[in-house]
């Protein structure tokens, strides 16, 4: 890919040209315009003729794909961040291998305060097992170590954070060997996060934002409250990303508002919406989604944060504010009482001002047909990460461990979701499973679970206009005139319209239907690679040497 070598400027007008350009508004387009940070036009290379000689630049695509900016709609950027330049455990594929990533990072570093470090998962070691405290503490050699479990629902820690806790071992989820979970993981994890100085959280963000940007993604939605980090970090995040190029950031604050003095105070932090990770239960993992019936390695049904009258009483409030809520919800029974609540909050202030607020629920896993015809009839935003099925689905994952085969069949319903009218939102939950939006789309359009299947067409939209709809704008995430110009350029190879299996219809993969062409993201084909990543027509990431 060539370009000019025009200055920079707020309000240059740019021709992209040689390519393929996935726009509704042109199946066929192989051009397009930017002006003032939007599409001013899309279409064939012939037409873009007349517009060569009137712009400040012209980039020769050389044959690239231009599509939307993904949208990650579900992100943890500061722990993303730290993970990155931290200790990360995901690539651990033992107990031991993992306790020797400890004992090497606390080597490497030893001037932090408290090692952070994150991504192990127990299920995937042949021991099957964490770490004890007594084997941590030896790894960590004395110093204060917090290592949460991959869905950070729960953590191991060494003896000398637990120090830093007075009181830990009186709170519920204290365990004195393995994982904490509930009150004492948050204390634990207030305390680890705590030794973070606001330059290394900076530094973490920044980190995250321009990992991100590398990968074509033009907005995250950050995912904040009190119990998953502070203000300080939400608040600093925000400022980070407003002052310099790279993807928008969308702050959800996950905190109980009951009146308009709670809204207010929403706001006033600069967050969009009193949603994300509003707890009504945990994960599956961690054993801590709320089920209806007890885990099928597990003699309980996990842990029930929020009912249904404090959900009903939180989405009241906030749909009277004109305030977005949201709940993290997993479990069936999680799922049911979220329903519950927000059928009685459309009793009190209306069903069709429930509808028009746009309420989310992330995650909603464990869904039945009961419960995606509510989503439905409520208007809300199904929040959800493919990844989570890619990594624990099927009949050996995670997921058959906890509930059994059955059951975890059930889980990630992708189609019957749409098939009921219920928008999607992608995202990653990173840095549970990482920021990753073509194998995120791959593994909706591949889900473990054959009947649960979408096409890649639907995918891509759910992870480009989809995050933006759950902001509740319509008007941006897809590349037509008028839209904003965050798009991303891709070196792939050759363009298909693609259905994983039969019962997608086939209208939509017939070449007849002018249906524009995506990649080709068949398991084990390779995935596109970001060239270059524009948001609102300011270019935020090129590819070196490119």
């Not at 009961?370 to 099925?389: I, K, R, W």
Request: with cysteine; proline share 6%.
């Amino acid at each position: 890919m060539t370009e000019s070598t025009a200055p920079q400027s707020e309000h240059r007008t740019v021709l992209l040209r040689g390519g393929d350009v996935h726009s509704p508004a042109d199946p066929f387009a192989t051009a397009m315009v930017v002006e003032r940070g939007h599409v001013a036009w899309v279409g064939s290379e012939g037409a873009a003729d007349a517009f060569a000689s009137g712009v400040d630049e012209v980039i020769d695509l050389d044959g690239a794909l231009v599509t939307p900016a993904f949208t990650d709609a579900h992100v943890h950027t500061t722990s993303t961040g730290l993970a990155l330049t931290g200790l990360d455990l995901s690539g651990a594929r033992t107990l031991g291998d993992a306790l020797a990533r400890v004992r090497a990072h606390v080597t490497a570093h030893p001037a932090d305060r408290v090692v952070l470090g994150h991504g192990w998962d127990a299920t995937r070691w042949p021991e099957q097992r964490p770490p004890s405290r007594a084997e941590l503490d030896e790894a960590a050699a004395g110093r204060a170590v917090y290592l949460p479990r991959v869905d950070v629902h729960s953590a191991v820690v060494s003896t000398a954070l637990l120090d830093l806790v007075p009181g830990v071992t009186t709170m519920p989820g204290y365990d004195p060997e393995g994982p904490l979970t509930a009150a004492a993981h948050h204390a634990v994890r207030a305390a680890a996060h705590d030794a973070v100085t606001p330059a290394q959280r900076a530094t973490a963000q920044r980190a995250a934002l321009r990992h991100a940007a590398s990968l074509g993604i033009g907005s995250l939605h950050e995912c904040g409250g009190p119990d998953i980090s502070d203000e300080d970090d939400f608040t600093g995040l925000l400022k980070v990303a407003a002052e310099q190029p790279g993807p928008r950031v969308f702050g959800y604050w996950a905190q109980e508002v009951a009146d308009e003095k709670d809204a207010r105070r929403i706001r006033e932090l600069g967050a969009v919406g009193a949603a994300g990770d509003l707890f009504v239960d945990g994960s599956l993992g961690s054993h801590t989604a709320c089920l209806h019936e007890p885990y099928a390695d597990a003699p309980h049904t996990g842990t029930a944060h929020l009912d249904a009258a404090r959900i009903a009483a939180h989405v009241a409030a906030c749909t009277e504010a004109g305030l977005q809520a949201g709940f993290h919800a997993i479990g069936d029974a999680a799922l049911s009482a979220v329903v519950q609540g927000i059928r009685a909050a459309a009793e009190k202030v209306g069903l069709a001002r429930v509808r028009a607020a746009r309420h989310r629920v992330e995650h909603a896993e464990m869904l039945t047909p009961e419960t995606v015809a509510a989503f439905a009839e409520l208007g809300l935003t199904a929040s959800v990460q493919p990844a989570f099925d890619a990594a624990w689905g099927g009949e050996e994952g995670m997921y058959a461990q906890r509930l059994g085969v059955g059951r975890a069949a059930t889980l990630n319903p992708y189609a019957a979701l749409l098939r009921a009218g219920v928008p999607l939102a992608f995202g990653s939950d990173s840095p549970v499973t990482p920021l990753d939006p073509w194998g995120t789309v791959r593994a909706a359009a591949f889900h473990r679970t054959l009947e649960h299947r979408v096409s890649v067409r639907a995918a891509f939209t759910a992870h480009t206009r989809g995050g933006w709809r759950a902001l509740g704008r319509d008007d941006a995430g897809t590349l037509v005139p008028g839209a904003p110009a965050d798009y991303a350029v891709w070196r792939t190879d050759e363009l298909v319209v693609q259905a994983p299996d039969d019962r997608v219809a086939r209208w939509s993969t017939d070449p007849r239907s002018g249906t524009p062409g995506l990649p080709d993201l068949r398991p084990g084909a390779d995935l596109p690679v970001c060239l270059r990543t524009v948001v609102l027509g300011q270019t935020v990431y090129v590819r070196p040497n490119e």
